[in-house]
């Protein structure tokens, strides 16, 4: 699989995420890569977890917390 398309995938789950109403609560960073943790408090209170592994989706979900976007503050 190309690089783009790896980052297109990482991208498509992040985007899938915030769209069904995850906020980013928090980003893990190491060798393997960067967990980001997504929560959601409406309708049921859940948390989901999402390993990326590629530079461009890590710096993708940095420009959208800069950004604003997705970002629960906490």
Same mark, same amino acid.
């Given at each position: 699989? =190309?690089?783009?398309?790896?980052?297109? @995938?990482?991208?498509? *789950?992040?985007? $899938?995420? &915030? #769209? @069904?109403?995850? +906020?980013?609560a928090?980003? &893990?960073?190491?060798?393997?890569?960067? !967990?980001?943790k #997504?929560? !959601?408090? *409406?309708?049921?209170? =859940?948390?989901? *977890?999402?390993?990326? &592994?590629?530079?461009?989706? !890590?710096?993708?979900? +940095?420009? &959208?917390? #800069?950004? $604003?976007? $997705?970002? =629960?503050? @906490?």
């Open positions: 699989m =190309s690089a783009f398309a790896e980052f297109a @995938k990482e991208q498509q *789950e992040v985007d $899938g995420l &915030l #769209f @069904k109403g995850y +906020t980013i928090g980003i &893990l960073e190491d060798l393997d890569g960067a !967990r980001i #997504f929560v !959601r408090a *409406e309708p049921a209170k =859940s948390a989901v *977890e999402l390993l990326l &592994l590629t530079a461009d989706a !890590r710096k993708y979900v +940095t420009t &959208l917390i #800069f950004a $604003g976007h $997705g970002a =629960s503050g @906490k």
